[in-house]
Antibody, heavy 121, light 112 residues
């Protein structure tokens, strides 16, 4: 059974960097068939895909165009986890952030528990 | 970006009755080389992440009850709950994975 466990702060100051981690059990971040995603949800923007990292003989990243200048997603094979960094946050980045496994295409078949991140001074 | 528009925004159905939720895509999500529609449906209950119900427009995820039925092709899709149960109260989302990933705005399903 795949499980994703998120960790990271729930409060970030404007202009600073949002950092979250997603620990994987029951699968490998280096899987050749899965992808590891970050998705956020807010009342104003709904569900919004942010980006993913995946391994297909080498590492790849794919980011939403709207996020490309501010986002980094990195795998950590030693800890079997992956991380999200979002720079220069504003209050509009306030949302529940989820990590999720992408499978077959990709739909998202396993999700983390969600982390409410509030951007406020 | 592909825009997914769900209808209705909210829906109240009696227990045991059929619930139908529609999802219209701004462009086709049918990949003709494999004849697969790159569309999924999710159920989200308060305080929980979304849970996948259907992928490839009509393939039920393992463990999902057979009262959940996905149909449609190209740009028009439907999620049908054939006989509503109390535990089906939730918000339902469609999602396309044909070109990047986008979600519909959600449909809130309640008991009448």
């Amino acid at each position: 059974q795949v499980q994703l466990q998120q960790s990271g702060p729930g409060l970030v100051k404007p202009s600073q960097t949002l950092s979250l981690t997603c620990a994987i059990s029951g699968d490998s971040v280096s899987s050749n068939s899965d992808a590891w995603n970050w998705i956020r949800q807010s009342p104003s923007r709904g569900l919004e895909w942010l980006g993913k990292t995946y391994y297909r003989s080498k590492w790849y990243n794919d980011y939403a165009v709207s996020m490309k200048s501010r986002i980094t997603i990195n795998p950590d094979t030693s800890k079997n986890q992956f991380s999200l960094q979002l720079n220069s946050v504003t209050p509009e980045d306030t949302a529940v952030y989820y990590c999720a496994r992408g499978n077959q295409g990709d739909h998202f078949d396993y999700w983390g528990q969600g982390t409410l991140v509030t951007v406020s001074s | 970006d592909i825009v997914l528009t769900q209808s209705p925004d909210s829906l109240a159905v009696s227990l045991g009755e059929r619930a139908t939720i529609n999802c219209k895509s701004s462009q086709s999500v049918l990949y003709t080389s494999n004849n697969k529609n790159y569309l999924a449906w999710y159920q989200q209950k308060p305080g929980q992440p979304p849970k996948v119900l259907i992928y490839w427009a009509s393939t039920r995820e393992s463990g999902v009850p057979d009262r959940f039925i996905g149909s449609g092709s190209g740009t028009d899709f439907t999620l049908t709950i054939s006989s509503l149960r109390a535990e089906d109260v939730a918000i339902y989302y469609c999602q396309q994975y044909y070109s990047s990933y986008t979600f519909g705005q959600g449909t809130k399903l309640e008991i009448k």
